[in-house]
Every structure is written in C-alpha cells, then in structure tokens.
C-alpha cells in the first residue's frame, strides 16, 4: 500500500523543544510561586510580576500542547476501498486523528502556499521558536464536491529564515504535496474506468430490443458506427468505448464509417435492404434485422428527436 508522509519537517527539533518548553514552564512557574511569597499587599510591582507569570506560563502550556498535536505527530495518506485516509500519528502508535474521504466526492487537492512566520527566526529572538506553535499552519486543502473542506499536512519550519539558513526549502513538501495529489487522481481515474466498463457490460448484457435501443441512439448521437464482419454475419455497433476496452471485441476489427456516409452509400441502396446484420452483438446474440429495418429505425429516432427540437 502506497503511503504518502509529510515529513518534511524538522520533527526532531520540534521533540527538541517540546522537551525544553516544560522545564521554562516549571521556571515560570516557580517564579510564580516566589512572587507569591514574596507577596506583601497590592502594588504595582507584585500585580505586574503575578500578571506576566501568568501569561508565560499560559503561552507555553499552549505551546506544548500545539507542539504535541500538531508538529510532532507524523501525517501520512494512503487509498483504502476507494477512499483517501488521512491520519496523524504520534510516536507511530497513537492514533490523533482520522479523516475518511470517498475518492469521488474530492473536487480538487489545492497546496496554499508557504506562509513566512511573522516573527523573524533569528537567534537573537528566542521568542520565535515558541510563537510558531501558538499558529500551526496546515497548508494543503482538500476540497469536496459537497462545498466542505479539510485542511491537512502541518507546514510550519521554526529555524527557516535563520543566519544560516536564509532562505525556505520548499522543495520536499511540494513533491509530497504533487505525490498525494497524483495518487489521488490516478485513483479516480481508476474508479471512473472501471465504472464505465461495468456500465458497458451491463448494457451489452442487457435484452437484444434494449440493446438494440442502445446502439442505435449511440449511432445517431455520435454520427458515425462501426461495421464488423465475423462468420460471415456483419455486426453493426455504435460504441466505441466498448470496442476499445471490453474483452469481447478484442479480436473482432471494426471499420468506422460516418453515418450519413454509411446512410447513403449502403443503407439506401436497394440491394442491400434484405441483407442481415447483427446489431448489439455482445459475444454470444445480437439482434438480427435487415438494412431496411435498421434504416427505418434511425430513421425513426431522427425525426423524433426532429419533433422535439420544434
């Protein structure tokens, strides 16, 4: 089974710093707690000390805990029955979350684009590495036919933009990006074929007037049909779809004529009105009728569908 991963993020820095945010967090906190001690009435000072305590601690818990949900998690996408899975995984044993898409209801696999962090990365900012957790940006949207959307595979490098490394390699996470979508429409194309074999076969394994039906609105839709000769029988069909791709034709040669060419030059010639032809031939029965038969007929659904143009 195919996967496609997001990784190209740099998981181990961010374990890195989701290891270092609790000791800062403890280190807050027991700043916390000395200011509380050292409490002795309201004032300024004591009430600015509590107020920042608070507020730091809060924005590393916070940090942590998008660190955890979002950056150190592993995302991966395979197909499964004719569905997308998206999973986020943490330590390759947890299972975060889980979204299950019918192949056929995704409209389009869109990449947003690299979002630069609005805190520069540099060293002399430490703050940076912990602000690009309080955001985490899931940069591919994968839009439904319904209107609905999912928003997948976390982009978010916090030592991009640094003294060493000026610019963003993007490079990783759009090949990730064009392999999921790839996989995606290969797998509908997929789908889509063999639902118009199964059509087919189904309407070639239908009753001879239905199929006869069938064929014939084909011809007349498409302008043109195919001429077969096979044990000395000719087989008229107006599919070329099933010509192409079902397993009963393939060692039958058809010959394509257009229609009005074909009308002219054998339907409407008198010697050939008594000569028989099997029209909706499916490897075993066809429908057996004469040239003039077959001409009145498309004759018939021509000037019904005439009627009802006017």
């Known amino acids: ?7 190209s993020q740099p998981y181990v820095l961010y374990i890195f710093a989701i290891i270092i945010l609790p000791f800062v967090a403890f280190f807050v906190g027991f700043c916390f707690y000395l200011s509380l001690l050292a409490f002795d009435g309201f004032n300024f000072g004591s009430i600015y000390v509590i107020l920042l305590s608070i507020i730091f601690f809060y924005l590393i818990i916070r940090a942590i805990k998008n660190g ?3 950056f150190i998690p592993r995302e991966e ?9 998206y999973k986020k995984i943490l330590f390759s044993k947890f299972i975060l979350r889980t979204i299950k898409i019918s192949l056929l209801d995704i ?5 947003k684009g690299y979002k630069i962090p609005r805190v520069s990365s540099g060293y002399s900012n430490p703050l940076s590495y912990i602000t690009n957790f309080f955001q985490p940006y899931e940069r591919i949207l994968v839009e439904l036919k319904s209107g609905k959307n999912y928003k997948i595979f976390v982009d978010a490098d916090p030592y991009a933009y640094t003294q060493f490394s000026p ?3 993007d490079n990783k996470f759009i090949k990730n990006y064009n392999d999921l979508k790839e996989m995606v429409i290969n797998e509908q194309n997929k789908i889509l074929f063999n639902q118009k074999i199964e059509n087919l076969m189904e309407k070639y394994n239908s009753p001879l007037d239905e199929r006869y039906n069938y064929i014939l609105n084909k011809i007349v839709d498409e302008e043109r049909l195919f001429i077969a000769k096979k044990d000395n029988n000719y087989i008229i069909n107006g599919s070329y779809d099933a010509i192409e791709y079902l397993e009963i034709f393939k060692n039958i040669y058809f010959e394509e004529a257009e229609l009005d060419t074909f009308y002219s030059y054998v339907l409407s010639k008198k010697e050939n009105q ?19 038969k077959l001409k009145k007929d498309i004759n018939e659904i ?5 009627t009802f143009k006017n």
């Open 1 to 7: 089974m195919k996967k496609i991963k997001n990784d």
């Open 68 to 70: 955890i949900l979002y």
């Open 77 to 85: 996408c395979y197909i499964e029955d004719n569905n997308l899975i």
């Open 107 to 111: 409209q389009d696999i869109i990449d």
């Open 167 to 169: 610019s963003h390699d």
């Open 274 to 292: 008594d000569k028989k032809v099997l029209v909706g031939y499916n490897g075993t029965d066809g429908k057996e009728v004469t040239m003039l």
């Open 302 to 306: 021509r000037d019904s569908r005439s």
